[in-house]
């Protein structure tokens, strides 16, 4: 074997090796910010909270991870990024594991909000790593795997969670996930991403904040996860119930269908990422490939809408999970699209930004989803409102976003400390 060749094959074996530790990263991190939903119940009772308290623990989360995207943009651009995400994965897990110390709502509280600082920087880092160490016609299957990972983390939690808490108690669930999570600290420091010198560290250029934001394809991005996010967090919030207020599904039926989004997703996803990489990879636009399979995999996801209008529940599960398996046949392609646009040196900031618009939509839908059902006392409408997001979203990258090819920075390269 040439030494070029062994260069190469060695080159995949470390892009598999860092990509699996990601994948298990994205896993622990959808463990730890599902568990209190797990543990609702019993977290109630032991603390004396009513649900509208109980509401408020759970939207915690999601107000420093949406805000603590920029600065963890900024901070993965600017630094060796093996060490900010080390950092942000202990700050996660030790606030996991002090959750189960908490003696008061606002203990739980405090907890809730340094996970979300904690797990701000997963996405920027993964986007910055991908970014600089998979060509594009990997990506597709890079993110896929991500995807999967971020899916099998709340199917994997409900599983681990119900079995811990039945043995052991709610708290042991806490303190155990967090401090049995830092193992996965070891193999990221002896084998994470290294393709950085300091000296490309000190003359790489960066894109600025301002640069990225005066971009019409930035923006297109933003909103196109905005709708994106806020569809499937109305799935994920509100799904088990409509099976049960409206479907009146038995809390066993309601289990079984509800593990299979997570399940579904996960698959639909690696198939989608794959397909997309292999057209690339054999000559295909990665415009016309990354956009066929984001706007149209939106567009299949609109079965949702006559899922809610059908009778009969056969028919609406089935439309149901041809909707969720067409959810992931876009959601590594959107992140591929942002990592090529940006490119190395700008996908920290811009998947920082884009993720914080990201989840406004999972904090807009579950509320006004809410609202929708007290007022009319039916989903319909929230299924109707869900479907126009997602076309909004087909149009946003349809539209906004243009062709998909890395965009020249007007920076200087700059000198960092």
Known sequence: MSASAALANKLNRVQWVVLTLL???????????????????????????????????????????????????????????????????VIWSVATSLTGL????????????????????????????????????????????????????????????????????????????????????????????RFETAESRRQRQSAGILEILGKRDAWGTFLGLFCINYAWYFLVMWLPSYLIMERHFSTEAMAIFGSLPFWGIAISSIA????????????????????????????????IVPAAIVRD???????????????????????????????????GKWTGWQNMFGNFGGIVAPYVTGVIVDKTGQFLLAFVGAGVALVLGAAAYLVIVGKVEPIVWRVRPRVLS
């Open 23 to 89: 994948v298990l990263s994205i896993c622990i991190n959808y463990i730890d910010r599902g568990n209190l939903a797990v543990a609702g119940p019993f977290v109630i009772r032991d603390l004396h909270l009513s649900k509208t308290q109980f509401g408020e623990l759970s939207s915690a989360f999601f107000w420093t991870y949406a805000f603590g995207q920029i600065a963890a943009g900024s901070l993965v651009d600017r630094y060796d990024v093996r060490w900010i995400y080390g950092a942000g994965f």
């Open 102 to 193: 908490a003696e008061s709502f606002g203990a739980v509280f405090a907890f809730r909000l340094v996970l979300g600082v904690g797990e701000s920087v997963a996405y920027p880092s993964v986007s910055r790593i991908i970014a600089g160490s998979f060509p594009e016609r990997r990506r597709g299957t890079a993110n896929a795997l991500i995807d999967a990972g971020s899916k099998a983390g709340p199917a994997l939690g409900v599983l681990i969670g119900g079995l811990v808490i039945k043995h052991y108690g709610w708290r042991m669930l806490f303190i155990a996930l967090g401090l049995g999570s830092l193992v996965w600290l070891v193999p990221w420091f002896i084998w994470g991403p």
């Open 272 to 303: 989608g990422g794959w397909t997309s990489d292999r057209w690339i990879a054999h000559g295909r636009s990665p415009t016309r490939v990354r956009k066929t399979f984001v706007v149209g995999g939106m567009l299949l996801t609109t079965l």
């Open 313 to 347: 529940p056969v028919t609406c599960m089935a439309l149901l999970v041809t909707a969720c398996l067409s959810f992931g046949l876009f959601t590594s392609n959107i992140w591929a699209i942002t990592q090529t646009l940006a490119g190395a040196d700008a996908s």
